[in-house]
């Protein structure tokens, strides 16, 4: 069902007692639970979503005049001064999101001569034009039309018959790429044109395709073999190209969720739509109709003084939200009892995953248990979730305990069999490592493996710790691999957050938790990183284009949830100093009346530098739960809760 958001209209606060901001913000947190128990923030992203939406539903025959007319609005407001779209705010303008957003506002009605279209077109020119935008994007213009299948990659359905130990094979993508490539094979083998009823040449620029990279290197390799696939794609329809399209529709079929979509992730959804359709599924067919009818759960209609627009989230994030939310309370002092705990916590074992999926590839003797990120991904839980979840539930004091007790259990025993051979964990898979897939023609976007990454390992190693683990054999390869993973200047990277603050906030509490000293050389290093990075105001914040130049590492405007990721893990190390107490005087300073926090500034990662998250909840969970340790002046390893 489409949400409707009101607009937001709360001020500064004034400065506040740590005591009297903690209050504020609890109270605010509550506010937000739904009836049903959970919590979720809006998702934010960028107006590709928004362009593709509109893309999708012309490509199917089913785009409205009111949807588009609402949707152009939303990214005609995402506009820049200097006529760009950007992946991220105040982030630079981006090409491909540039492109994308130009064609849609063309597909509503805008005319190409009106200033806003000129200032955009002469953007995507200066940048290379179409012909440097992202293979994902030239895509949706080979569907209307508007550039030729023939100068894009190759993608063959045959990919769906490698076996498991082959290279390449569909196992070897992380969860998100592989969602996306097995319903991109038929896209691309079948090569769809549905004309538009106008040209894009004003964001041509008329550039030779690069030169090819050498024959011996990976990626010149591919791509001459990319050229003998073209070969082959361009005979007849073969019996066994036949089946492989066939089998990758049945494969699309069976991954699809309850609510519709497909990982509960906008690319698998729109690109399985359009697979299913061009295999001749009918509109009517009941995985089309609910994959169409799922979208719209994911819309949200806003006033702007345009009117009203709508804008689509990319995914929704009501198991993450509602666990940090969760260990939030609890870090504020909330009651273990308290029905805000409880409903939360009953809300949340039901939503335990308890069937097998693709994980279980790689790990076949290994039982199911465990989280997802989304309303509805029985196929994708995932260990970051799960080990969040282990760490707020493991806290409170449900009525049924043999229940909490038993879901417990088996996400520990789950996180453990999900370690990868290095003794980190990644996401969704176990070992998905392989980086062969990097150097194909196709992969110019996006994260396309799933390696273990420091910030996911160390919620792990925290879950853990807590439960009791710390001297086990999984804990203590965790924690080697954190270690190891410690970057020269004192920080760790940060995969699904912005980016060294978000890792380095996550390891130094679970290192901790897990019997490392707080007085240990790589704790020492990570507290004197933070220092040297706290900003003048006392914040923390590090802006997103630090995943692509370092010279932003650790540096950027300062915002309340980074400001909490740092104090999290100064608090952990006992830290009582300066920095500490500058950090959360920033925090009482700057929150607002209704007791949250403003953060405009995108802070969690999906690719790191191509994709970025505003997660609306982290304003508000990680202030509490920094402020909450701090005010209580808990051990740091009894918090109990992830960071």
């Known amino acids: 069902m489409t949400r409707t958001v009101p607009v937001a209209g709360a001020d500064a606060a004034g400065p506040r007692s740590p005591d009297e901001a903690l209050d504020a913000a609890v109270v605010h947190l509550r506010g937000l639970q739904a009836p049903e128990g959970w919590w979720k923030g809006e998702l934010a992203t960028n107006v590709t979503m928004d362009a593709e939406d509109l893309l999708l539903r012309e490509f199917l025959g089913i785009r409205g005049a009111d949807e588009t007319a609402e949707a152009a609005r939303w990214i005609r407001s995402q506009q820049r001064p200097d006529g760009t779209w950007a992946t991220f705010h105040d982030g630079p303008g981006d090409l491909s999101t540039t492109v994308e957003a130009w064609v849609a506002l063309r597909l509503a009605g805008d005319p190409p001569e009106a200033e806003h279209m000129l200032a955009a077109a002469r953007f995507v020119r200066a940048e290379g034009g179409l012909e440097r935008s992202r293979v994902f994007t030239r895509i949706w213009l080979a569907l209307f039309g508007l550039w030729s299948w023939d100068e894009l990659p190759d993608l063959p359905p045959e990919l769906v018959f490698l076996p498991r130990w082959f290279p390449l094979n569909i196992y070897d993508w992380a969860c998100w790429a592989r969602q996306t490539i097995v319903p991109l094979t038929v896209v691309v083998t079948l090569r769809p044109v549905r004309p538009l009823p106008f040209a894009i040449d004003e964001l041509r620029t008329g550039a030779v395709r690069p030169a090819p990279a050498r024959p011996w290197t990976w990626s010149g390799a591919f791509q001459r073999l990319d050229r003998v ?3 082959y794609a361009r005979g007849s329809l073969h019996p066994f190209r036949h089946t492989a399209l066939r089998r990758a529709g049945e ?36 995985a089309v109709r609910a994959g169409i ?3 719209d759960g994911f819309l949200i209609r806003e006033p ?4 009203v627009a709508r804008r689509l989230e990319a995914c929704q994030s009501p198991v993450w939200d509602s666990a940090l939310a969760l260990v939030a309370l609890l870090d504020a002092g909330v009651a273990a009892d308290d029905p805000a705990v409880l409903g939360v916590s009953d809300w949340l074992l039901d939503e335990e995953i308890r069937v097998p999926g693709d994980w279980a590839v790689r790990r076949p003797e290994l039982a199911p248990g465990g989280w997802a990120f989304e309303f509805a991904n029985d196929g994708y839980p995932d260990t970051d979730d799960t080990a969040e979840v282990i760490l707020g539930l493991r806290r409170v ?6 229940r909490l007790r038993a879901a417990i259990d088996r996400g520990t025993a789950w996180l453990t069999g999900m370690q990868s051979r290095d003794g980190g964990w990644g996401a969704f898979d176990a070992d998905n490592t392989r980086t062969l897939g990097l150097h194909l023609p196709f992969c110019d976007f ?3 493996i799933d390696p273990p990454s420091a910030d996911v390992t160390a919620h792990i190693v925290e879950a853990l710790a807590a439960e009791g683990m710390a001297e086990g054999q999984a804990c203590r390869r965790g924690v080697r691999w954190l270690l190891d993973a410690q970057e020269p200047g004192g920080s760790w990277f940060g995969r699904w957050g912005a980016n060294h603050v978000y890792g380095t906030g996550a390891v130094v509490p679970a290192l901790v938790a897990a019997g490392v000293p707080a007085t240990a050389r790589c704790v020492h290093r990570a507290v004197t990183w933070l220092e040297r990075h706290q900003n003048p105001d006392g914040g923390w914040g590090e802006d997103l284009r630090s995943y692509r130049d370092p010279a932003w590492i650790g540096h950027g405007t300062s915002t309340a949830s980074q400001t909490a990721w740092a104090l999290l893990a100064l608090l952990a190390a006992g830290e009582r100093s300066d920095a500490v107490a500058r950090g959360v005087r920033w925090l009482c300073q700057t929150q607002r009346r209704d007791g949250s926090w403003d953060e405009p500034q995108f802070t969690g990662t999906g690719f790191p530098g191509d994709f970025y998250i505003n997660y609306h909840l982290y304003r508000l969970v990680f202030p509490v739960s920094a402020l909450g340790r701090y005010v209580r002046g808990r051990d740091p390893s009894d918090v109990g809760g992830g960071s």
């Open 229 to 231: 696939l073209h070969a």
């Open 251 to 286: 494969w699309i079929l069976r991954r699809q969720e309850a609510d519709g979509s497909w990982g509960g992730i906008q690319p698998p959804w729109v690109y399985s739509l359009l697979a299913l359709h061009l295999l001749g599924y009918p509109l009517d067919h009941p």
């Open 293 to 295: 009818a799922g979208l």
């Open 304 to 307: 702007i003084p345009q009117g």
């Open 397 to 402: 004091a449900l009525g049924d305990r043999g």
């Open 446 to 448: 996006g994260a396309i």
